[in-house]
């Protein structure tokens, strides 16, 4: 068992008792000075002051994890306006958004730039301008949910 999936199933377990989805996990760097990125998330969303109280109650679990003996550093987020789309629920909770996908092809790569409308066990779908793209999980290569910050016009002003 890698060192991520041994502190998915210390976290997790603790983070749904709380009522709280233990979405990501990451490790990053190594050595002296890594950096442990948990991503969480609810249904209504995480504030900032439940950010501060799990974040003390994951760091008390880490604490007594022997495969965490040197420093390392806790970051403790919500999975944000754009996100990574690494794991299928993460693309479950994302049906109905508009995703950039980069799939792996015969010829190189293929960007798809639409909505996700079908999550299913293998593969998902993106409308792409009216045109249906199956895409398999295994072909991705990289995908993330897109964030468009419609402006409204000034008052007075169309």
Do not use: C, Q
């Amino acid at each position: 068992m890698s060192r991520r999936d041994r502190l998915w199933a210390l976290i997790e377990p603790w983070l749904a008792a709380e009522g709280v989805e233990l979405d990501d996990l990451e490790i990053v760097g190594s050595g002296r000075g890594h950096t442990v990125r948990v991503v969480v998330d609810t249904e209504d969303g995480v504030d900032l002051e439940r950010l501060s109280d799990l974040s003390e109650g994951i760091s008390r679990l880490l604490d007594t994890e022997p495969d965490l003996d040197d420093p390392y550093h806790l970051e403790l987020t919500s999975p944000g306006l754009e996100r990574k789309l690494t794991r299928r629920r993460h693309y479950e909770k994302s049906v109905g958004r508009e995703v950039s996908v980069k799939v792996r092809r015969d010829a190189g790569t293929e960007v798809l730039k639409g909505l996700l409308t079908v999550v299913g066990d293998d593969t998902f779908a993106v409308n792409v301008g009216g045109d249906i793209h199956e895409v398999a999980y295994e072909a991705v290569t990289s995908a993330r949910t897109v964030f468009r910050w419609e402006s409204t016009p000034k008052p007075g002003k169309r």
